[in-house]
DNA sequence: GCCGTTTTCGGCCCGACTGTTTTCAGTCG
């Protein structure tokens, strides 16, 4: 994808006209880079199909930026990029996650210490040379040598089920404090993002003071970005920033939509209040000085004259019109799926037996399970071979025929995650995946095929007659390893001329299928699966996860099949 | 530079906190 490298040229064509206070022209830039980046068709294939005109489709892109990506298109430089940063030859990249060093701040260090890059800030900062500088002191000195130390150690995103567990413990902790009415987690942890930049917690209170008092002091903050009446900001020792608001109760809803963002769907919001006459902020919606909204969410977007919008779907992707026609989605509720469809057990790389594993599915309200061990194709895991997996079925009968002695009525169904091999034929022999109760298909090997030779393979699998679901489509795992390279238009458009189901997965750091993938699938009609992939029994308690990941795609239970009894689940597979 | 349920021209979101200042610019969300 060009994408990411045209959107980056773009956001800092904005961050270089801040800069020179250019009125307007930032934001336009900087909106124009958000479009190219959530668009999930490459700018090439975008220009190929219908040149300037195609491009100025894009959201926020008009004339003049369509003609600056055609530019790149064809020579691979911005010129008017390549003449501001010219003017100021600063790594703008290197900067990017440094707290408090803005467009304006990087000017100035450039002209006055020739700062280009984090190097160069680092070195000025330890000689004492920002300190001297007119508008800087000891403290921006201090906070410039925090931050670089701070971006040296950490990437600065955090995978949301790897840090929800210490935002829940600080949600209690401030819950119980005296006078404190209520805790709510708003920004990108509410709207359930695969990962988070930062934490954002409302706070209703009587008293505001000993809140943040309190909040500033835990034991795992290392640093107080902020420490005000209404609003705190501290870094945690795992690097991640978590930010508290104290609103009056009277705001709360106006306060939890504006912190729970995105950024861009409030800012809509804010326009669409300015054409009725009115303003929005986080202390409600006025009409001059009189508050006409607020107490609610609700009651904000009703009197916007839309319904009421999940925060899941908070992403300026159509929400609002759809919100104005009352077409929004019905989501899958969360706690709603009946079943697990990929879960691995000690037979290969899971750490508890096809019993525990199907005891805690049981516990955890399910209905079913199926057990999907890995293939001998993966070595390092004991994958199954045809002569194992038979046995495998044995016990699993044994098991189930042991749970309905006990009453229990669950079903443990035969599964395998077979193996796609490099030509997109199966790791195990038809035979055996025609036995099979439910066949996955991953891909864990050559994950750096070219684009069409790995879209190839997996639409091949999807061919096979017995593949009823492509596990992990995309590969990914979140902080450690990019998506292999395929076509995931093309995939879908396979998915459902083959009647294959596209996997969600809900183990945190895979999150496979992205939200727009997922969307995708919705309009394609392509049904989905939500799976745990858990190896243990602890994570079966995941998949609220990849339901998550679901609603943000605007997914319903309509479209996930193990939302669904399992006789017609069944009935849905190949 | 973009965009249109008021607009093809004239608008463009808003408030808290910090660090430097004696009233505010810059940054952030």
New binding site residues.
Partial sequence: MVNDEIARLLRE?AIYL??D?V???P???E??SE?VLGSDEDMKEVYARGGLKAL?Q???????????IEEFLKTGRIA?HDELKKKVPVELGEFAG???????????LYQKLKVRNLADLEKAAQQGK??KL??????????ILQGIAFVRRSGGRFVLGQVMPEIELIRERLGVLAGVESVTVA?SVRRRKDTV??A?LLVIAKKPKPV?DYFVAMPEVVQ??????????VKLKNGM?V?V??VPKESYGAALN??T?S?DH??AL??L?????W?????GL?AGTKRIAGKTEDEVYRKLGLRYIEPELREMTGEL?AA??NALPDLIPYGSLRGDLQVQTDWTDGDASIEEMAQTAIKAGLDYIVITDHTKRLAMTHGLDAKRIKQQWAEIDRVNAALKKKGKKFTILKGTECDILKDGTMDLPDEILAQCDVVGGSVHSLFNLPEKEQTARIMRAMSNPHVDIIFHPTGRVLNKREAYAVNMPELIRHAKKTGTVLEIDAYPDRADLKAEHIRLCVEAGVKMSIDSDAHAPAHIQFLDYGVAQARRGWAGKKDIINAWPLEKMLKMLK
């Fill in positions: 064509i801040e800069m206070d009125p307007f022209r934001r336009a830039y909106k124009a479009g100025e894009v959201p926020a892109v008009g004339v003049s930026i369509a003609e600056k008017y440094i707290e408090g060093i803005g467009p304006k701040t990087l000017k100035t920002i300190k007119p508008g800087f002191g000891p403290k921006s000195e201090e906070n920004g930049g930062d954002d943040m107080v970005h902020a420490h005000g009446e209404t609003k705190s900001s920033d930010d608001r104290i504006y912190f963002g950024k409030n800012v804010r326009e209040a300015i054409k009725k006459g303003k929005l902020n986080e202390y006025f019109e104005r026609k």
